[in-house]
């Protein structure tokens, strides 16, 4: 019997809910260890307006993995070459869901021929899908943590 992992699919702009409630549910609850109650809901205000979020997604290449038709996680690829975005429901967390910057980039580069990814974000997300061979170009600035 062959395991399948979730079902990839790119972004569309009815996805900008049910993402932006991914992003804030991901930010307050998976980097609780990391960063204090204030500066999670600093983060994760990013989403409040769900249409600029939504916009931001539909400005990169996004893709949303999911479960049964529901989105579990989204990462987005921002000008073809680093990964901005990269979170997963805490229901998931854990459970491969979350796309890795190879599959990001091995789509993107199917897409559109783009150079592999690599990705910048916190020590927290880091390890839901780093490996030795996964480039952590760098991590958030320490203004955000």
Known sequence: MT???????????ADAPRLAAIF?????ELTI????????????SAADDVAAFGARL?????????????????????DNEMI?????HPDAAGRGFAPSPQTVSARNVMAAASAPAAAS???????GWTKPSSP???EMPSTMK
């Open 24 to 28: 804030r549910e991901a930010v307050e």
């Open 136 to 138: 952590m170009v760098s």
């Open 33 to 44: 260890d990391e960063y204090d109650e204030a500066q999670r809901a600093a983060w994760a």
């Open 58 to 78: 539909g400005s990169m290449l996004t893709l949303v993995a999911a479960e049964d038709g529901k989105a579990m996680a989204f990462a987005s690829l921002e």
């Open 84 to 88: 901005a975005m990269l979170y997963v």
């Open 3 to 13: 395991v399948q992992g979730p079902a990839l699919r790119p972004y569309l702009p």
């Open 121 to 127: 974000g916190s020590h927290a997300a880091s390890h």
